[in-house]
């Protein structure tokens, strides 16, 4: 009960500062835009690039902020919020939201039948969404091909999504699930905090997650969610 508590204060503390930094940042963002296309004063390219460093470093900020936000409500997650949910349908409503990134790289995703668990709605559609948003972002030269299975082990349905990307050294498949981790080279990165978030979900739905990988073979991420209640 500690814990939940001092999780829920982080999570409040988090949002408020996420809240400020975001006003701040966009204000920085949308007057920087504006000079740079002020087409009334002199043309100065040194100052036209400074401009640019500005937009870009807040776009940057804004990314952040918004990632933190994600994660401050992943620390709400609770059993409270918890229902009888259909994974499927979760899975559909995020393919919808990425359909234009999937169709900009010719990106496919299948998926076989998948379950009924006990969980958060809205904390699971944003597992699904990171995951095969990673998939894209980190992408090879071929066009991202996605597939979404779960089978049954025990009490938990274990849930994989596999992807054709270029893989993840074996020492650094635990390093892509820490928060800003990046790695170096040619390897893939964790999307932002994308992954991190989705651990912390899973975590706080009593499930675990995990990566498998070789490199140049594409990845496959997994982590179990309970079965639905009653069944």
């Known amino acids: 009960m500690e814990k939940s508590k001092s999780d829920m204060e982080v999570s409040e503390f988090i949002l408020r500062a996420c809240h400020d930094l975001r006003s701040s940042t966009r204000a920085v963002r949308i007057h920087s835009e504006l000079l740079l296309k002020d087409t009334e004063g002199p043309r100065n390219t040194t100052f036209e690039q400074r401009l640019g460093y500005v937009v870009a470093g807040a776009k940057t900020i804004d990314s952040l902020v918004e990632g933190l936000t994600k994660y401050s409500l992943a620390l709400q997650t609770d059993a409270s919020s918890f229902q009888s949910t259909a994974t499927d349908v979760l899975l559909r409503s995020v393919l919808m939201k990425l359909s234009k990134e999937l169709s900009d790289c010719e ?47 025990g009490e938990a349905w274990v849930f994989a999504v596999r992807d054709n990307g270029p893989g993840v050294d074996g020492v650094a498949l635990e390093r892509v699930f820490r928060p800003f981790e990046r790695l170096k080279g040619g390897e893939r990165t964790g999307a932002g905090l994308g992954l991190a978030i989705s651990r ?9 997650m995990w990566a498998e990988s070789q490199v140049g073979e594409g990845a496959t991420f997994l982590f179990t969610l309970p079965k639905e209640v009653n069944t």
């Open 107 to 153: 990106g496919k995703v299948t998926y076989d039948e998948l379950p009924r668990v006990t969980g958060d709605p809205d904390r699971l559609m944003q597992v699904l969404e990171h995951l095969v948003r990673n998939a894209v972002v980190h992408r090879g030269e071929a066009a991202p091909q996605v597939h979404i299975s779960a089978c049954k082990r």
């Open 200 to 208: 912390e979900i899973v975590e706080r739905h009593g499930g675990r």
